[in-house]
């Protein structure tokens, strides 16, 4: 921890700061320049963190040396982490495509989707649906709960596609983990701390997406809540940020891509139709995920998208996403990916 | 709702449309323009919105008439709600304060904390402190939990203040709502769906904080969440949103108290605490939502900041809150608040 | 300067650091962490910011001690400046209003204007309005150019009142300094630099709005480039920035206002017009940027909103204007300023 | 132009609003609904944009039906428009890179750096350079001015590339047009309408900058803006947007590829130098580019970034570069451009 003092710091404010450190056991380093004067506090910055140093006398500002996250870091470990889900592995160099409709509405419906979306040559897949639905209004489809987990099981079953589904409240973990092969944290709950720490407890894989407003390093901070408690299967979902923009329902933030490869060792999945809100931009959006280094892509489809109960808008057809595959394909090829 | 068509939209699209519109029993009325033709649904928005009118063929634009919230609104309820948080009312003529630490650190330190904040002249308060800390490391301290839910109890008897305090989880509703007298949603749990659905089936005051990047539709839909479950007794909490500034935590929406003012009928409390995040602009802050036309202030004392278990860096001392209560009521009095 | 090494850097990379700061003459402070090593560059930061420092081998953070500005900072002047347009002192202990329409129509409304804004009791007044626009398509009125400068000039000398109105081109800087008594520098143009220079080598007051996208920083340094020219009678003014949120036109940063008076001696003035897009919201805002600590407002008004060649949805009439002018005064007195 | 008006909105209000749309020779379309009342106008929007509806008695909303824009839009234009910069088609099949270092800092080096680049085989160049440099701080290196356009133009004698270099002030666009091939307008002067209007009074090809806090919809206007000055050589580019991120200098705004590609016939060039700010993310975020389908890549090189006078931090060496170009090649291919 770095800290900065005030151009008009008493010394006996830099000697109650430099007391105190002694007393708390750390080692300082005081570096007087013409118009501040630096301390560097050397020891563990865990302790130091929970220090409020920006309100001792003298301080102007304090600017940590190291990341708080550990165990999702580059440094905890160099090689890329592969989490399976079923029999799919996610990380590894083959580019995996999670897609199914935004939400389960019957299992006829679901079956022939899983069924098309199989007959892609060459797809590593991963089935989502969504049983229980976060809608911003509360008279909109709430999903269709446990029934839906059940139908998502005997498709999953059926068709031999490993599954993911979104869970949302604690008390759903235990029952939603009987039916479905990886937990999906939403983007409303990326700091729902007593839902991380639930999910952190099982050793499901948990496909975590980056909240609307949160920054990257806040993404991987609540990947540490699920690892802190034991669970390390977690893949990282950049799903779009809220920004000023409005001709997109979201800005899916390329960048984070390769900030997440550069920072952390866990696999990291593109979700283009939150990210864009519009299924005319998936597919741009899709390609450009692939080609920044992407380990996977989250889709939506629907066999209707003009009946879907929830995100029509965003959802491609059954046959644009063959179309979309197949230049995926290309792309993932030309980037040096198995697919 | 109103739909643009495409500027190549076709008759037989267009009949599409009419005919889909007849099925689901709604009026239609049908306006040509040089460039566009725009159709108006006329019949129940409710039904519409849960249709992907978007993806219907020729469609272009698809625009709302009504707000999508109703038992939040001034249409609902022209008059001002008033919530009665033990003795204190909230939302009438008095500006009401929320003053307390961050988190209930132990009983001592809260009593007095309590019995200074309470020598204020004039004083409409009620304490808040944190049991269940929602914090960006698993590493930083919890919160106390039940004990601390059982001191704030303890001090709120022997004071006489009534109490608020942050539930995180769903689970937790029914332990908490024995010890305290108002729920706290906090930001990052703005839009956790099955908690607001929980606290919306008990009948306790509800303190709802603004997501860091929702917009004020997203924060009154999720009051209508919970009263839609029949829980009216809600109080918005507009606590600064994340934008790129980086020279405070947040920046606090002062635009956003008068509208809310304008659209419904619940009370707004401030929270310059977090909405700046730094103790040296809390006091300008917070005369400036009062003479916007907030109903209340949240603001985080502490006996010692400098040793503060969270948020010691954005807290008053018992010192300063003191001259700054005095400098509310003369600016309370001069936008005609009684205080 | 401080520089956060990488966790993997090698001696070799150490010494070519230090070796290149003894070129240009500077002293290092070296401090070994366990797990980050830290140097401190002593010596003056205007040379180590030109040097890009985070592309040296095994460097993997910079962080500066020192703002990048100089005039403008409190550490540079402590005392407030006081600017004087014409007879009116603006950063004083007297609030000021700058008022009148978005754009210059024609003379008779424009001294109609005046004279009733006069008409105000203990007013401190300063005359606005547009004769270049900045406006966001090239089809909409982009104002009258010369012509409304000459009557801006007229109804000036006619009523007493002293002018400021916006400069949009540098060629344009001595014609309409012949005209008016304050030059405006509009958001859209804060960082236009060559305007900024130009403005910098007269001795006019200057209103220097902040850019949409702007941080407090960024202001600061626009407001730099001018002083560093000479000009030292600069004005800032918070005008709202763009977020997320769509329910006003701009989010009204109001921690600013206590953010730039502790960091600047230079007068803050707020535009609660701009700063919200809506007249029903103007004077919640206005009042809350009085109480903020704000030395002017800048309100737009006109006789007819309904029919204003611009901005008219967030004009207010004068009879609003009034009305909000009489709460002005008491939110003025309560915190200490005269009126 | 759709109205919506207020609930309580009176018979005599929608007669004053007709009255109104009457006089200005607009028909009209009433649409009552349960909850509220529609009117649609119709007929030329630009005399309805200028006319300030949402201030007249009853109305709630104005909905504008057709876009601000006209001859930037693939309406006005079905075929993407392809540019000429030299000898180099930009919107066309091939992909088009513009690269070169952020400041012109010598001859020599300027032309090793372009005789360097040429040799990427099958690269279509532009060669950038900056002679005016836009910077943050007037302490910064401000560009070499006339002396560096003069070397920017013999290195392009010499090498036979073509050049495109910055213009901020109206005064230079004449001096400027001497000596490069296109002029770049900067994100800080996107909304610099006298700038625009001036370089659109040339038939230069223009490379527009999308302003840091600018929407798509305001970067179309502002090409409408130079278009309607009569230069169509306009080139669109997507630099980064402003956030919350602060991870990354800017957010790069992958959506907006797709989206501009939709709504405007115009070339798309991506800048992913300055929509990282860090050189380590530049080719990921290249190859997306590519993938999402734009037409050109501006990119910031530099023999030795580590001595460069600005932008150091961006900048890719020429290795890098040609490394970069063969995996661009790659992705170019397979998403069926030439190269």
Redesign the interface.
Known sequence: M?V?LQ?DVTEQQIDHILGKAKEIGLRT?V?R????T?I?F??PE?VL??I?L???PGVEQV?P??A??KLVSR?FREENSVIKVGDVEVGGKRLVIMAGPCSIENKESLLRTARTLKKNEGVSLILRGGAFK????????QGMGEEGLKILKEVSAETGIPSVSEV????DVELSAKYIDAFQIGA??M????LLKEVGKTQKPILLKR???A????LL?SA??IM??GNFNVMLCERG????????RN?????????I??LSHLPVIADPSH??G????V???A???????CDGLMIEVHEK?????S???Q?LTLENFASLFK?LK??A???GKDI
């Open positions: 770095i900065i151009p380093n570096s320049g013409t118009e501040r630096v560097g050397i020891g865990d963190r929970s409020p920006e309100v001792w600017i040396v190291l708080p996250y440094e976060p809608r911003t209004s509360p008279y909109d489809f949302m409240d604690p008390r409303r709950n700091q729902n701390f007593s909240g609307m407003s920054t990257v390093k806040d901070m540490e809540y802190a408690k940020i809220r920004t000023f923009e409005t001709a997109t800005t899916f933030d390329i960048n984070a891509i390769p900030v490869k550069q990210g864009t519009r299924w005319g931009l597919g741009s959006v390609r450009a995920a692939v080609a920044a280094g998208p003009e009946e879907a109960l995100d029509g808008p959802s230049e290309a792309v090829k030309a980037v």
